[in-house]
């Protein structure tokens, strides 16, 4: 078959002039800095369109559906944002009702607020030893589909971006008794099916929508994602029907060849490729699990008491979680000795951990200097510790219950105020407030504001963490909805 990439690559060498888009004529003399401006092109001839793909972007989604062995796969290059809004944009009639687990991305509550959905939300296990969001059980699952028969699908993030996978298989099972289906956001758990090191993908354990971002753990450039639809539970035509809404009607060639590549590379490649990867990441676990003050979590023995309690279902070994809690140092902290000291920027800091992760393009060389810098930093540690014991308690980004007062889309849209953190205990907030990463909201549309709510933005704040939402000067401020606007949900 003829590939998007080679396509091209070759167009790119030809004399063709462009009296067309983008305005950059592929004229490298017009442009401040050097970008491969030879292959961005747009829908001209022989090279298809992606919203009506009959040619070349067909048989690139065709060999991304092979490779995983779906019914149907999608390119978005609007990242597993366009994904998500498409997919529960599809499952779910406008005004419907949808069971959403309540550690899901804000991409998720922004499809609720679109389509002025009804959520139903099931929280996930509480993980006190870990400090980390468990698996979504498939007891709740099942009682809230019998208290709530009028939810038309099941939405949930597996794995997490801590890297906890759900039982999705029975979760599955459980929609599908109840006549709904099941999307998963796997954005974090695109390499799953390339290796048996890794939990098995939603993809083959009757998920009917799976969204995965290619760009986080798989050689593709940032922004790339597909969609996969593995059943007819959802309608093919509505995926193409919000895909032409929620994805950008100029989509990059670039992107999608990257994309197109990616899915050639494993093609050929991925079993040598994920053999290497995978020695490599247990080796460097097994080095890093021996250190006593920056550890590992979770560890063997503690996931497997995880999983015996049934607060974690499987979990994705590439996500490589430091915890800060037997140190002197907080999540913060670590993440700054890492970048300044050994110019190591790790994927996400929260205040007693942070997470590296890992991935298939991963070095060896790369995980030894990982493996280097933080034995380094335990053995400072373990200096520090004879005199000095930690003043952090453990704390993490678990979901708390919060009241729904009122919809997302009534909160967002009715008549608002700034208001002072601590005189907003009691009000119903009327925007997100999120730490990004991992972008999972602490409050959403609609929520009562609580004093445990305004404690933990405070301890944040004082963590440095990235909090996102917030008002005024110094984020001393919420939006809330203005006492008369309030109606019940």
Not at 176 to 197: K, N
Not at 227 to 245: A, K, N, P, T, Y
Not at 437 to 460: A, D, H, K, M, S
């Amino acid at each position: 078959m003829e590939r998007l990439y080679k396509e091209l690559e070759n167009y790119g060498k030809s004399d063709f002039y462009p009296f067309h888009m983008p305005g950059h004529k592929r004229n490298q003399a017009c442009m401040e800095g050097d970008f491969p401006i030879d292959r961005d092109i747009t829908e001209i001839d022989g090279f298809d369109d992606l919203h009506h793909s009959e040619g070349i972007l067909l048989e690139a989604q065709n060999a991304l559906s092979r490779m995983y062995g779906t019914r149907k796969s999608f390119f978005s290059v609007n990242g597993s944002t366009a994904g998500l809004l498409t997919a529960i944009s599809a499952a779910v009639k406008k005004g419907g009702q949808i069971l959403v687990a309540r550690n899901c991305h804000k991409a998720v509550y922004h499809a609720i607020y679109l389509r002025e959905l009804i959520p139903t939300y099931i929280y996930p296990h509480s993980d006190n030893d870990l400090g980390i969001n468990g698996a979504i059980s498939v007891s709740r699952v099942e009682r809230c589909l019998e208290e709530n028969p009028e939810i038309e699908a099941v939405l949930i993030t597996s794995p997490t971006y801590d890297g906890v996978v759900s039982d999705v298989q029975k979760i599955a099972e459980t929609a599908h008794r109840h006549g709904v289906p099941l999307i998963v956001d796997e954005a974090h758990g695109a390499h799953f099916r390339f290796s048996e090191y890794f939990p098995v993908s939603a993809v083959d354990l009757g998920a009917d929508v799976v969204i995965q971002s290619f760009h986080k753990t798989l050689p593709a450039m940032t922004q790339t994602a597909v969609l996969h639809l593995c059943s007819d539970r959802v309608s093919e035509s509505l995926i193409h029907r919000f895909f032409g809404i929620y994805e950008t009607s100029s989509p990059s060639y670039i992107l999608m060849s990257s994309l197109d590549a990616c899915v050639a590379k494993l093609e050929k490649d991925s079993h040598k490729m994920f053999a290497e990867f995978t020695d490599n990441l247990e080796a460097a676990r097994e080095t890093l699990g021996k250190c006593k003050y920056i550890r590992l979590i979770p560890t063997e023995e503690n996931l497997k008491e995880a999983q015996e309690k049934r607060e974690i279902f499987d979990y994705d070994r590439s996500k490589l979680l430091l915890s800060t809690k037997n140190s002197t140092l907080n999540g913060p902290k670590l993440s700054g000795i890492l970048r300044k000291r050994y110019h190591i920027e790790v994927e996400m800091t929260t205040e007693n951990y942070v997470l590296a992760l890992a991935a298939v393009g991963d070095t060896k060389e790369g995980f030894q200097r990982l493996c280097k810098a933080v034995e380094e930093i335990d053995r400072l540690e373990a200096a520090k510790m004879e005199s000095k014991s930690s003043s952090y308690k453990n704390s993490s980004y678990k979901s708390s219950s919060m009241k729904q007062m009122m919809s997302i889309a009534q909160a967002m849209d009715a008549p608002s105020q700034l208001c002072i953190l601590e005189e907003s205990v009691g009000k119903i907030s009327a925007e997100f407030v999120y730490l990004y990463p991992p972008g999972i909201p602490i409050i959403v549309p609609g929520e009562q504001i609580t004093g445990l709510f305004i404690r933990n933005v405070r301890r944040y704040m004082e963590q440095g963490l990235n909090l996102h939402g917030l008002c005024g000067e110094n984020d001393e401020k919420i939006n809330v909805v203005r006492e008369q606007a309030l109606e019940p949900v």
